[in-house]
C-alpha cells in the first residue's frame, strides 16, 4: 500500500517496475517461491487490495455521514515468473484525488526497519502523520489506540504490551517522535516531521 500510495502521486496508472524480481527488492523482500515465500504472498496481497472496499462514517452537527471508498479500478499481472512480465494498477479517481491532496512523507529507511512488524509500520505512519500538526499535548487511550490500529487484541494488556515492546524500534527509525508511553496510552507532543521537508527521499503516506 505504500508502494502504491507513492507511486500513486505521479499518475493513476502505477506500474510495477521492469520485472517481478526488481519489485520484490523495491520492496525490501526476498524473492523466493513455494508456499511459505514472498512471491505467493504479494500474489495474495494484490487480490487482497484489489478487492478492498471501506466504508468511513462520521457524526456532524445534526448529521451522520457515511462515504463508500475503493483502493483500485483495476489492473493487470502478466508472465510474473518471465522477464518479459507487465504489471500495472489503475487506482480508483477518488482514492487517487485524496492521495495527490493529502500525502504525507514516510522515511524509507523507517519503513525498511519496520517491513517485518504491522504493529511498528501503523504506529510509525500515525506518529510521521500526527505529531507535526498537533499544536498541543494529545493524550490517546489504549481504548482509542484499539479501534484504530489495535483490533485484533481483545485485551487492552495485550496492546499495551506489544506498543511497549515495537516502541523501542520506532523511536529508532523516528528519532524525534515525542511519545511517551503511560498507564493509560499514550502521550504525544509536537514534534519534528519524520522526514524534514527539504528531504525529498521518501515514501508518500494517505492522510487518514
Known amino acids: 500500500m505504500i508502494f502504491f500510495q507513492t507511486e500513486g502521486l505521479k499518475s493513476r496508472t502505477v506500474h510495477l517496475g521492469k520485472n517481478f524480481s526488481s519489485f520484490l527488492r523495491s520492496l525490501g523482500v526476498p524473492n523466493s517461491g513455494g508456499p511459505r515465500g514472498a512471491i505467493g504472498q504479494v500474489k495474495e496481497q494484490f487480490r487482497r487490495i484489489a478487492g478492498c472496499a471501506f466504508t468511513l462514517t462520521w457524526e456532524g452537527e445534526g448529521s451522520a455521514n457515511f462515504s463508500n471508498s475503493q483502493i483500485v479500478d483495476g489492473g493487470r499481472l502478466w508472465n510474473m515468473s518471465s522477464s518479459d512480465w507487465s504489471a500495472t494498477i489503475e487506482l480508483s479517481e477518488g482514492f487517487h484525488a485524496y492521495l495527490t491532496r493529502h500525502a504525507v512523507v514516510l522515511d524509507k529507511r523507517a519503513i525498511a526497519l519496520l517491513q517485518n512488524n504491522s504493529l511498528g509500520l501503523d504506529l510509525y505512519a ?82 487518514g
Open 126 to 207: 500515525l506518529f510521521a502523520y500526527r505529531l507535526p500538526r498537533l499544536k498541543g499535548e494529545l493524550r490517546l487511550s489504549w481504548e482509542a489506540m484499539q479501534g484504530q490500529i489495535g483490533s485484533e487484541y481483545t485485551q487492552m494488556r495485550d496492546l499495551a504490551r506489544h506498543v511497549r515492546d515495537v516502541m523501542r524500534d520506532i523511536k529508532v527509525a523516528y528519532p524525534h517522535a515525542n511519545v511517551e508511553v503511560g498507564k493509560g496510552g499514550l502521550l504525544l507532543r509536537p514534534s519534528k516531521p519524520s522526514v524534514p521537508r527539504t528531504q525529498v527521499n521518501g515514501f508518500k503516506l494517505l492522510e
